[in-house]
Antibody, heavy 121, light 106 residues
Framework: QVQLLQSGAEVKKPGASVKVSCQTS????????ISWVRQAPGQGLEWMGW????????SYAHNLQGRVTMTTDTSTSTAYMELMSLTSDDTAVYYC??????????????WGQGTLVTVSS | SFELTQPPSVSVSPGQTASITCSGP??????ASWYQQKPGQSPTLVIY???KRPSGIPERFSGSNSGNAATLTISGTQAMDEADYYC?????????FGGGTKLTVL
């Protein structure tokens, strides 16, 4: 069955970077896009960006441009999200999410378990 | 920028019909999706492409989308349906989520 298994919780200091991994299984990574979505404590869902191995396309949220990088390793079927120059506003649960297809614009049908990133001095 | 607006909360009695709206400019020209999130859990897709249910989602969940609003309808609402619900659509190559609606079944 489809699974997205994320790396464990992280605590970072302001100004640092964090890299979250998402090990996928049960499907062909080439056939589906991956997005990252975050949720601050008690808040709603915020889309961060999209990556598709199928055509190499990436799209990032405007407010995170320049700070976020999404990559994939097809040899291990793993997706990564790196966020730099962290502030307390980046404290959130980060989800990797599979899209129904490799085409940008489709719904998100499988979600990882989430990774809590806490930014604190 | 494109924004989606949802009511913060909706209440419904068990067995009744709950409707949650999601509004945005010309939303009817885009596909809307809906996600359910229970406390401490990851969201789950319940409706995609306006009206389609993924396998395993009960038939009491349905969706519509026209004009400037999409609607998630839960018929015969059960206690287990109490959760936060988020609408989502794409504005070109950017995904946008609504602010979420807390559905209370009482």
């Amino acid at each position: 069955q489809v699974q997205l298994l994320q790396s464990g919780a992280e605590v970072k200091k302001p100004g640092a970077s964090v890299k979250v991994s998402c090990q996928t299984s049960g499907y062909n990574l080439n056939s589906h896009g991956i997005s990252w979505v975050r949720q601050a404590p008690g808040q709603g869902l915020e889309w961060m960006g999209w990556i598709s191995i199928y055509d190499g396309y990436r799209s990032y949220a405007h407010n995170l441009q320049g700070r976020v990088t999404m990559t994939t390793d097809t040899s291990t079927s793993t997706a990564y999200m790196e966020l730099m120059s962290l502030t307390s506003d980046d404290t959130a649960v980060y989800y990797c999410v599979r899209a129904r297809t490799h085409t940008v614009g489709d719904a998100f049908d499988y979600w990882g378990q989430g990774t809590l990133v806490t930014v604190s001095s | 920028s494109f924004e989606l607006t949802q009511p913060p909360s909706v209440s419904v009695s068990p067995g009744q019909t709950a409707s949650i709206t999601c509004s945005g400019p010309n939303l009817g020209y885009k596909y809307a999706s809906w996600y359910q999130q229970k406390p401490g859990q990851s969201p789950t897709l319940v409706i995609y492409q306006d009206t389609k249910r993924p396998s395993g989602i009960p038939e009491r969940f349905s969706g519509s989308n026209s004009g400037n609003a999409a609607t998630l309808t839960i018929s015969g609402t059960q206690a287990m349906d109490e959760a936060d619900y988020y609408c989502q659509a794409w504005d070109s190559t950017t995904a946008v989520f609504g602010g979420g609606t807390k559905l209370t079944v009482l």
